[in-house]
């Protein structure tokens, strides 16, 4: 079963264990400056406050960080408040919109 599940989410390419991302602009200052790599996993048992995630927001991809979770939805903040676009700007977020977990750098 498990395999046949693994199978299906591998053929539509929406699996994948690690991801390595390229940290743009300076919204995760200081935590994540501009240019570092990110290393994560799609791979997660569940999400708690003070998690790095990269979410789909609008068709982009953005590393911010959970700020609280509420059944499946989830807030999200940059490290940066004056340069982020995030939960204040867009508002809560389905848990569907987190693409993977940062593993490294941790934080």
Do not use: C
Not at 23 to 45: I, K
Not at 56 to 72: C, F, M, P, T, Y
Not at 74 to 100: I, K, M, Y
């Amino acid at each position: 079963m498990i395999t046949m599940q693994l199978s299906r989410i591998w053929k539509n390419r929406q699996f994948s264990l690690l991801k390595i991302r390229r940290v743009v602009g300076s919204s995760m200052q200081p935590t994540l400056r501009a240019n570092a790599l990110v290393y994560a996993t799609s791979l997660y048992r569940r999400l708690m406050p003070g998690d790095i995630v990269i979410i789909n927001h609008n068709g982009l991809e953005k590393i911010k960080r959970v700020e609280a979770v509420q059944g499946s939805e989830l807030f999200v903040l940059g490290d940066n408040a004056l340069e982020s676009t995030d939960s204040r700007t867009f508002g809560w977020l389905n848990t569907s919109t987190v693409q993977a977990k940062v593993i490294w750098p941790r934080t």
